[in-house]
């Protein structure tokens, strides 16, 4: 029993990872490679890359890439949607177009346009915005570039209402020690200021009801859990969120924070992962992940943990809802051997349009199954 209670803490807090919120770990977070004449790439997989033509370069460079946690503002009503990305040496100049790729974060754009997204490079006065491609599929930005500076992905969220903040959520964790079990939960949170990740100035309402269920703070009890929570509390908690119903918040507020409802439905099949099985021995030449892909509705996110430094190697990836997701050994190369859990999340997400309320504010119902592999060379 305390092993299941292990492993389901431990699931909480990645499923919270998730919902666009990165880890910091800037160790992996970083490339380096040597590129001449003959052109080659340098990348950290699934955030950035650069692809330098054969004959761009005359001479062997060492190049370098390195996450920037804490960039200059783009200024204006303009967003930071990635990490921004340093790539060295800085001002290496290339007689030929390189292409840079960065990976957005779609939670991140509010209610501004994806496609709007581009691509800005910090030019010392500010930044400066380039002719940008977007890959909304696999949320992902490319742009040309001839020199090295500090690069980031940003949208105009000229359109963004600003107000208080609400996160509303309501999920199930399926986990499998000896058998499969669900866990059903629902929260909210209330912020004065926008931040999709963590609490800067939390607020409290009157009540937080989810349909019949009515939602206890919990600061109340724990004072660093500034959030609204319900779940079965009981001996043998039995999951009670029903495929496919709708589930409608009704938030009555205060002086902060306006009242307001918000609705969404709840998934209609649950993404149960039958290979690899848990525990699995893979290998980096390559594996497939397979799940229940239901009726094909909804967003498949698939995420990717190591278990000893809880660092995300694949983070909140959408992907087709086939069923499967093959883990290639050119990725699998670039990390190391290790434990690692794999999500498998189904996901329906809204953002919420009501008086008062940012316009940045989600609602969202998630299942997310896992498993854990051990990946050997």
């Known amino acids: 029993m305390k092993l299941r ?10 499923s919270l990872i998730i919902v666009g919120c990165s880890t910091d770990n800037d160790e992996n977070h970083t490339a380096e490679n040597a590129i001449g004449p003959e052109g080659g790439k340098i990348e950290i997989s699934n955030e950035v890359s650069l692809v330098i033509p054969a004959g761009a370069l005359t001479d062997t460079i060492d190049f370098t890439m390195e996450m920037n946690a ?13 990490d921004a990305f340093e790539i060295g040496p800085t001002g290496t100049n290339f007689s030929q177009p390189c292409t840079i790729s960065i990976h957005y974060n779609e939670s991140e754009i509010g ?30 930005v490319t742009a040309t570039i001839n020199h ?49 990740c963590n609490a800067i100035n939390p607020l409290e309402v009157e009540s937080v009801w989810c349909n019949t269920y009515g939602l206890k703070y919990m600061g109340d009890f724990i004072p660093t859990m500034k959030y609204y929570w319900y779940t079965d509390t009981s001996e043998t908690p039995e999951p009670f969120l029903v495929f496919g119903e709708t589930y409608t918040y009704h938030i009555a507020g205060n002086e902060f924070v306006p009242n307001f409802t918000a609705s969404i439905d709840f998934p209609t099949y649950e993404p149960i992962i039958s290979s690899p099985s848990w525990g699995a021995i893979v290998s980096k030449t390559g594996f497939t992940l397979n799940w229940n892909s239901g009726d094909g509705s909804g967003e498949i996110v698939i995420s990717m943990y190591d278990t000893l430094t809880r660092v995300a190697v694949i983070e909140g990836e959408s992907t087709t809802n086939d069923g499967e997701f093959t883990f290639t050994s050119s990725f699998l190369s670039t990390i190391p051997t290790s434990v690692y859990s794999i999500h498998v999340q189904v996901i329906n997400h809204e953002n919420i349009n009501a008086n008062g309320i940012d316009s940045r504010s989600t609602i969202l119902a998630y299942i997310m199954n896992d498993v854990f592999v051990t990946l050997v060379e």
């Open 5 to 14: 209670s292990l492993l389901l803490t431990s699931m909480l807090v990645f």
């Open 70 to 82: 804490s960039p200059n503002p783009i200024g204006g009503k303009n967003a930071i949607v990635s």
């Open 111 to 140: 209610t501004g346009n994806e496609s709007d997204i581009k691509i800005y490079a910090d030019v010392g006065t500010g930044w400066e915005e380039l002719s940008t491609t977007v890959n909304e599929a696999e949320n992902k």
């Open 148 to 196: 090295l500076s500090l690069y980031v992905a940003g949208v105009d969220t000229t359109s963004i209402t600003e107000g208080a903040y609400a996160n509303l959520t309501l999920y199930r964790i399926l986990t499998r020690i000896d058998t499969l079990s669900r866990t059903d939960m629902i929260q909210a949170r209330f912020d004065s200021v926008y931040d999709p």
